[in-house]
T-cell receptor
Framework: GDSVTQMEGPVTLSEEAFLTINCTYTATGYPSLFWYVQYPGEGLQLLLKATKADDKGSNKGFEATYRKETTSFHLEKGSVQVSDSAVYFCALTGSARQLTFGSGTQLTVLP | EAQVTQNPRYLITVTGKKLTVTCSQNMNHEYMSWYRQDPGLGLRQIYYSMNVEVTDKGDVPEGYKVSRKEKRNFPLILESPSPNQTSLYFC?????????????FGSGTQLSVL
């Protein structure tokens, strides 16, 4: 079945540091890929998505590129802020049309 | 305001005492779903509903029931809760269940079963 593997957390960075959170996937066919973010005490919100190979999703300074050859969708941001502290989930919608989530990566940004 | 509303936000109960977690959306969404979130496991789908009176099992349905009698409501029922159902629960909805549709999530229900 479909699966998503994210890098283990927690990740702690200083403000203005570069962020990468790795995500790889296993799926049949051509899945759509997503990053969701969960701020403390809240539900998940869609951060960005990509629906086909080589698409780049971007939002709020975050970017991720759909790499079919490496089955990856790594999340990046050039300069993180304290307000980016949250849990980040990589997810995909595969042939079953249901969302499959990774285990989540906790990011803490220190001032 | 467009939203998914879950109640209660926190719930402590004892083994075997039936409980219901309510979920309501005001966006006329066809698709609704329940997830549980556990440390290291991410979100796992319990049940989902493609429309009124249409429900299907997700990845971890054992011990749960759902119903979809109205479009806006999708309650999660635990007939006989057990400690392994202690978790953070999220309800979510989307307009339809297409591959690119954005899911809207409620704020979560933290359940503790003693």
């Amino acid at each position: 079945g479909d699966s998503v593997t994210q890098m283990e957390g927690p990740v702690t960075l200083s403000e203005e540091a570069f962020l990468t959170i790795n995500c790889t996937y296993t799926a049949t066919g051509y899945p759509s890929l997503f990053w969701y973010v969960q701020y403390p005490g809240e539900g998940l919100q869609l951060l960005l998505k990509a629906t086909k190979a080589d698409d780049k999703g971007s939002n709020k300074g975050f970017e991720a590129t759909y790499r079919k050859e490496t089955t990856s969708f790594h999340l990046e941001k050039g300069s993180v802020q304290v307000s980016d502290s949250a849990v980040y989930f990589c997810a995909l919608t595969g042939s079953a049309r249901q969302l499959t989530f990774g285990s989540g990566t906790q990011l803490t940004v220190l001032p | 305001e467009a939203q998914v509303t879950q109640n209660p936000r926190y719930l402590i109960t004892v083994t075997g005492k039936k409980l219901t977690v309510t979920c309501s959306q005001n966006m006329n969404h066809e698709y609704m779903s329940w997830y549980r979130q556990d440390p290291g496991l991410g979100l796992r789908q319990i049940y989902y509903s493609m429309n009124v009176e249409v429900t299907d099992k997700g990845d971890v349905p054992e011990g749960y029931k759902v119903s979809r009698k109205e479009k806006r409501n999708f309650p999660l029922i635990l007939e006989s809760p057990s400690p392994n159902q202690t978790s953070l629960y999220f309800c979510a909805s989307s307009l339809i269940r297409g591959p690119n549709e954005k899911l809207f999530f409620g704020s979560g229900t933290q359940l503790s079963v003693l």
